[in-house]
């Protein structure tokens, strides 16, 4: 079993930074990629980074590239995503997954366990 527990999130201005932790334990040994995703209020989840655990490739979703910055440390088991410049329409619950199969995944349904999420509000 693995659980995934975030950390970071809070209440920033517009064009603020935060930086979320997602620590992982348990069975972590055959991970192939850790991803964030995030929910609005009556939206759906969506992708917002990935990074592959061997080799370090990173993905971002397009509304987020250039000012989120996806990294990890595989001795300290934690995935980091810094936000900068952030923006209202970056509010939402953010959440740490962990995908165990081959391949980089950008669809929640392909990741296999999930955090509790971490709340992030950008005000204006």
């Known amino acids: 079993q693995v659980q995934l527990v975030e950390s970071g999130g809070g209440l920033v201005q517009a064009g603020g930074s935060l930086r979320l932790s997602c620590a992982a334990s348990?069975?972590?040994?055959?991970?192939?990629?850790m991803g964030w995703f995030r929910q609005a209020p009556g939206k759906e989840r969506e992708f917002v980074a990935a990074?592959?655990?061997?080799?370090?490739?990173?993905y971002y979703a397009d509304s987020v590239k250039g000012r989120f910055t996806i990294s990890g440390d595989n001795a300290k088991k934690t995935v980091y995503l810094q936000m900068n410049s952030l923006k209202p329409e970056d509010t939402a619950v953010y959440y740490c997954?962990?995908?165990?199969?081959?391949?980089?995944?950008?669809?929640?349904?392909?990741?296999?366990?999930w955090g509790q999420g971490t709340q992030v509000t950008v005000s204006s």
């Open positions: 997954a962990q995908k165990v199969n081959y391949g980089v995944g950008f669809g929640p349904t392909e990741y296999n366990y």
């Open positions: 348990g069975r972590t040994f055959s991970v192939y990629a």
């Open positions: 990074i592959r655990r061997n080799g370090g490739d990173t």
